[in-house]
């Protein structure tokens, strides 16, 4: 079992940022990625990004609408995934959630084996 929690979710301005955490515990060495996934109200969760780790190389992905404002990175010794974003907009504004796939090639969120609770992100106009 791996356990996720997220923090660092809040109310920010439109044009803002902030950096969520996704910390991973119990049996991390079976997750192949680690991914964000996003749900606004009265939407389907939607994926947002992922890192991917194969061997020792390291594999960055995002989703078109976040490219160029958002970044994942990590912190391989506290079990921590960043995702930080910039240059908010108010159509961000949903419930991010951290997941974790045993399989290297997880895409979809059903793909994904461990879920965290979420964090709710509101950008203001």
């Known amino acids: 079992q791996v356990q996720l929690v997220e923090s660092g979710g809040g109310l920010v301005q439109a044009g803002g940022s902030l950096r969520l955490s996704c910390t991973a515990s119990?049996?991390?060495?079976?997750?192949?990625?680690m991914g964000w996934f996003r749900q606004a109200p009265g939407k389907e969760r939607e994926f947002v990004a992922k890192?991917?780790?194969?061997?020792?190389?390291?594999?960055?992905y995002y989703s078109d609408s976040v490219k160029g404002r958002f970044t994942l990175s990590e912190d391989s010794a506290k079990n921590t995934v960043y995702l930080q974003m910039n240059s908010l907009k108010p159509e961000d504004t949903a419930v991010y959630y951290c997941?974790?796939?045993?399989?290297?090639?997880?895409?979809?969120?059903?793909?994904?084996?461990?879920w965290g609770q979420g964090t709710q992100v509101t950008v203001s106009s």
């Open positions: 997941a974790a796939a045993k399989r290297f090639g997880a895409t979809t969120a059903l793909e994904y084996d461990y």
């Open positions: 119990g049996r991390t060495f079976s997750s192949a990625v």
């Open positions: 890192i991917s780790w194969s061997g020792s190389r390291t594999y960055y």
